[in-house]
């Protein structure tokens, strides 16, 4: 089957790395900085210290940039703290002549496509067995609900995938918008609807903001990522 595979990958600072001099700091993360970039240019997206990377191939993602990282002064300091590898493909609307809509969970792939949001909020979900257990009609009605309330938010852009089979959860849910209010705002609704009943995990949940990554770097111990001579 066709697809696309998603990478988002997320990376924490060793406490003990503020401690080193200053030339030290500035080093690697000029180091750290020149793989990031090299991935945005390979049609990859940074955002602070999380990446999002897509690929037609799973064996592309995210090893071999993930080894980058560990040569020389690269990330040596820092941790990876979580990366998901999913296929893009998830449930898509298709409208019915009566204006309503239904879920069609056979459709074939869909690519997904940055919206170029200032934030991005990434988690991981599970739904509850007695789920697909439940009659078509009642996942309909509650899908057709869901949907009604996420379409009321125009500035969120949804990016939920399948990982099913190739990481722990069911699917990874991403969603672009303009502020994390308004994404918080969505969520409180949605927790009222008969879908949601059926959620057994959504956590964690990972909040990045697209900004330079030398400026996302900079803000770590505030000192610049480049030391002059």
Known sequence: MEGQYVAYSFFRVDPAWRRLPIEERAAGKDAFAEVVEDWAGRDGRAAGLHRHRRSPRLRLLPLEDHAALRGPRRARRGAQRNAARRLAGDAVLVPRDDEGFRVHEGAPPRKVVPKGSPYLVVYPFVKLRPWYASPPEDRQRAMEEHMRVGAEFATIHNHTTYSFGI????????????????????????????????????????????????????????????VGA
């Open 167 to 226: 990481d722990d959860q069911e699917f990874m849910t991403a969603f672009e918008c303009d502020e994390p209010a308004d994404f918080m705002h969505l969520m409180l609704t949605l927790r009222e609807s008969e879908a949601s009943r059926y959620t057994e995990r959504d956590t964690p949940i990972f909040v990045g903001q697209h900004v330079d990554i030398r400026a996302a770097l900079d803000a770590l111990d505030g000192a610049p990522a480049r």
